[in-house]
């Protein structure tokens, strides 16, 4: 595996002058590894997308450390509400310092041991770590198609082995999201199904004639988990509570990354892998990446119909057709 700065300076060409926008961004986490990594490339920009300006403008000094020149917008954006999301893609298009954006990096995800809902009424997991980043991703097509001469740019959809847990779904695959109490909350398994969310959504933007991977970029010591620490969740717990799920499934997933139980890496290393998918210009579109090679993800992730139906029912949740 290779560092973040180490990919970067890798693939110089594939950084310079290029726009990036990323979601999820935020100081210790593996959008905001990535984000400063970039700025060492010496991008055109650098686009931030987060709820919560203090964090966003801690990360833009980071980014600024390293490079003063490096150009830097900040949005305000809630993903897990489609207003929020509405209105800062309108800004986005409106900026006419953004021209076209070439590499579209979704990172952004939210834990809850509880079942929650968004200002929408969706599971507040999926809203965030699918919805949201559905509806953005689509209402930006226009500045994305733009990128390359007019032959798009490239969304990379950060995944994880963990959307193998999504077999272990009682009945069907995404039901629970929609249907409150049909089956127990699990989060492991809220995961697993917003995660495997991210490749089918890969998948469909493919299909649609969108260049899109997903990439697992293996287990990380991020902000988001020493949240957990601090709430009296350690990783011993978690990972027992992954391996209840599995032993009490009738469907045992096939976890072949065969990292789950790895040692937390640091961002930087993970951002690593996200950069590698986001800038290796001989990764095959809709390629499922892990540590830096396209990987066979689960059958779920290679089901068309699934891709499909997953595809609409965002579209009923978003109020949109894309």
Known sequence: MSSAQQVVQQYPESVKNRTFLLTGASAGSIAGATAVALAEGKPAQIILV???PAKLEVLEKEIHAVNARTKVLTFEVDLSSNASVRAGAAKILADE???VIDIVITS???SSKDHKKSADGIELVFATGHVGQFLLVNLLKSKISAAAGGDGGRVVNVTSAGHRLAVCTPGSVFDPLLE?????YNSWLQ???VKLANILFTRSLVQRGWTSVSIHPGPTNTTMNSAS???????????ASVHALVAASPVKPQIVENDMNNPLQPPEMAAGGVLQAALDPNIPNGAYVVYGKPLEPSTQATDDALAQRLWEMSEQLVGEKF
């Open 229 to 239: 620490a601090k709430s009296g969740t350690s990783l011993e717990e978690t990972m």
């Open 97 to 99: 310092r953004v021209e």
């Open 180 to 184: 409150t109490g049909k089956v127990p």
């Open 108 to 110: 952004a995800h939210v």
């Open 50 to 52: 987060g709820r919560t």
């Open 191 to 193: 995961y697993g199904q």
